[in-house]
């Protein structure tokens, strides 16, 4: 079944560590996105990805870098984790076909705690 | 840039319909979503709706663009414990070739 996955669900790291988001997805989507949802629930565009070799920033700064390497996955690293990095990542796939565009599909997330 | 605004909170009776209202400023938008967010999760693809429709109707929810207005309106019928769950609206910035997300309402459902 054509789906997008994250690992892990849940990680709580310690600070100055490094980390790797994992975003994986089936559907041979070119677009994939990563979001930083707060706690009071809105979403931040902070990297996306137009396609294999392809990544930009999103509209909020982060400290994190990503890569695009093959189609279906989609990484997400912290260097060097900080408390101000606890939040819900939320990963997304699209694909456009002229003017239809289906929205996006979203992973279950990853909630990270850097305590 | 482009916006979409939407209230924070909403509060229903279970069984009661529930309206969740959303603004948005692109007018050249061809497509409008609604998400669905339950606790801990991603969020779900509940609905999309056509710029040249004025109603989308699917079992339960309802779905109304005004585009004079620059208006959407999600609505779910007996609303059930369920539905539970906060509801993002979207619009698709064909410029920027993105989806603009807004801040979500948190729908709750009481007895």
């Known amino acids: 079944e054509a789906d997008i996955y994250q690992t892990p669900r849940y990680l709580v790291i310690g600070t100055g560590k490094k980390i790797t988001l994992e975003c994986s997805q089936t559907m041979g989507h070119d677009k994939m996105y990563w979001y930083q949802q707060d706690p009071g629930m809105e979403l931040h565009l902070i990297h996306y990805?137009?396609?294999?070799?392809?990544?930009e920033k999103g509209d909020l700064s982060s400290e994190s870098t990503v890569s695009r390497i093959r189609t279906e996955h989609f990484p997400l690293t912290l260097e060097s984790a900080r408390p101000s990095h606890t939040s819900q990542y939320l990963c997304?796939?699209?694909?456009?076909?002229?003017?239809?565009?289906?929205?996006?599909?979203f992973g279950s997330g990853t909630r990270l705690t850097v305590v | 840039g482009e916006d979409v605004e939407q209230s924070l909170f909403l509060s229903v009776r279970e069984g009661d319909s529930s309206v969740i209202n959303c603004t948005y400023t692109?007018?050249?938008?061809?497509?409008l979503y609604w998400y669905k967010q339950e606790p801990g999760a991603g969020l779900q693809l509940l609905t999309y709706?056509?710029?040249?429709?004025d109603m989308k109707q699917d079992q339960r929810l309802t779905v109304l663009l005004n585009k004079k207005d620059k208006h959407l309106s999600l609505r779910i019928a007996d609303t059930q414990t369920g539905d539970s769950a906060i509801y993002f609206c979207?619009?698709?910035?064909?410029?920027?070739?993105?989806?603009?997300f807004g801040s979500g309402t948190r729908l709750s459902i009481r007895p």
């Open positions: 979207a619009e698709l910035d064909r410029g920027a070739s993105k989806i603009i």
């Open positions: 692109d007018s050249s938008s061809t497509y």
């Open positions: 709706i056509f710029s040249n429709m």
């Open positions: 997304a796939s699209s694909q456009i076909h002229g003017e239809t565009n289906y929205g996006y599909t």
């Open positions: 990805s137009y396609g294999v070799n392809s990544t």
